[in-house]
Nanobody, 117 residues
């Protein structure tokens, strides 16, 4: 059974850091591009970042560029999102997703990130 199980997240002060993880199972993780998408309260989904199968190519939304880093460990079937210099506007429910460019077919369960003093 295909699963994307997320961990990490929580409450952090502005300027702080968090790391999200997404453990994949039930499919050949290394064959798929992976992405992070977030949804803030009262807003639609916002693409955050994408990484290609091998991890050599990464892409970021302008809103997080220079602060967030996407990575993957294909040996561990795990996707990561390192978030630094967090801002209140980063507060959202974060999802990992299989695929890229709005062609996501499987999603993690979501994890809340709250940036507040």
């Amino acid at each position: 059974q295909l699963q994307l199980v997320q961990s990490g997240g929580g409450l952090v002060q502005p300027g702080g850091s968090l790391r999200l993880s997404c453990a994949a199972s039930g499919f050949t993780f290394s064959n798929y591009d992976m992405s992070w998408v977030r949804q803030a309260p009262g807003k639609g989904p916002e693409w955050v970042s994408t990484i290609n199968t091998g991890g050599a190519s990464t892409y970021y939304a302008d809103s997080v560029k220079g602060r967030f880093t996407i990575s993957r460990d294909n040996a561990k079937n795990t996707l990561y999102l390192q978030m630094n210099s967090l801002k209140p506007e980063d507060t959202a429910l974060y999802y990992c997703a299989r695929g890229r460019a709005d062609t996501y077919d499987y999603w993690g369960q979501g994890t809340q990130v709250t940036v507040s003093s």
